[in-house]
DNA sequence: AGATAAATTGTCAATGATGACAGTAATTAA
DNA sequence: TTAATTACTGTCATCATTGACAATTTATCT
């Protein structure tokens, strides 16, 4: 009888417009009209489907852990097939794939907005709590000789490359230090071979 | 004649205050109202010093760069008596000190907010540059056979985990993590040593 | 065709943020 | 004491952002 409900592909719609604001302008600077137009509908549906200003909030933040679970168990599939660390270099590393840095630059600008709200900040931080553990045990499959304390420091190590390269990609800089960083990393994931 | 002008002191004041705010709400969230609330003065006194919204964001940016670049030199300082990979890492990462995140946390928002204005843009990267040539420079110092390529890679992962630990600081993450981001840059320092 | 429920749009009031400037208070030199 | 210059405050106009809701359109079923 009634019309047929786009609440979810149109809130699907709306939230990656709102994650890429939020990337580019951070939350505070994600206004109802950018985010609007970004996602090409106008701002009264906006509400209509997400609610006030505070429930967009809550909506993005599961939406961003939501994305980030997604590419965690993405990457333990790719991971899986890994037998070396210049494997898992590559395949976090990868350029020619699309890899996007709008999902991290968003999670970071939601942790430093949110940081204060508990459930907002657990979800944050079990999102990225899913990945650390997935590299980890990448690290404990590939290396079960070194101590799991080793293998969750290594992918810590390996993380912090990741985010902060997606950081730098808005201030575009010299393809040396993407190489520099990769070359980090690779070096951190070798230090798993010794002793 | 004219009264005594507290021009500089005041700006700094001011600009400290906005630093801040940014760190705590990002770019488009340090309203002038809560930058003259932090700084404990009335909002046209903003205006009176620091001109209007794009040249405070102009002054800003430079004074955070002023003040990365202290931190650089002292850190040079510091290093020039480090022995040991561990001496660096105790140094960068000592909890004892004061080392409050709000630089790097005002810096990175700078970074996603006006990547887009070249001037600004090199300003924050020369920045990073120079924490990034002392602290390869004192890898070369302290690992004279290894590579300057290694020794940057090796740079680029630390103070990426350095970065990485500023930006979880919002999340309140449990001891261990900022134990184990401190033990993967230690092994990444440690790799220095290999071959 | 008509009823129903959802999608979509238009519009206005309320609040918040910025720009601007006049006006007052304070400090120093002459 | 007075002139000169700066520090500081009060206040208003303007624009941006959000919240709210009425009104319209569209798609589906009976």
């Known amino acids: 009888m009634p019309r047929p409900s786009l ?50 909030i809550s909506a993005l933040c599961a939406h961003v852990v939501q994305v980030f679970d997604g590419m965690s168990d993405e990457a333990a599939l790719g991971l899986a097939y890994a037998g070396s660390g210049k494997d898992i270099v590559e395949l976090l590393f990868q350029e020619e794939a699309d890899h996007d840095p709008r999902l991290l630059l968003a999670w970071q600008a939601l942790s430093v907005a949110v940081g204060d709200q508990p459930d907002k900040r657990d979800a944050l931080l079990n999102s990225l709590e899913r990945f650390l553990g997935v ?9 079960p000789k070194a101590s799991s304390a080793k293998a969750r420091a290594v992918a810590q190590g390996v993380t912090s490359i990741l985010v902060n390269l997606d950081s ?28």
């Open 135 to 143: 590299l980890t045990g990448t690290l404990q499959r590939l290396f």
């Open 7 to 56: 609440k979810d592909q149109r809130s699907e719609q709306i939230l990656d417009a709102y994650l890429t604001c939020v990337a580019q302008f951070g939350l505070e600077g994600a206004t109802q009209e950018r985010v609007a137009a970004q996602a090409g509908v106008k701002r009264p549906l906006l509400r209509h489907y997400l609610g006030n200003r505070d429930q967009m």
């Open 168 to 195: 730098l990609s808005m201030l575009a800089p010299p393809q040396s230090w993407r190489d520099e960083l990769r070359d980090g990393a690779l070096l951190l994931l070798t230090s798993m071979e010794a002793q």
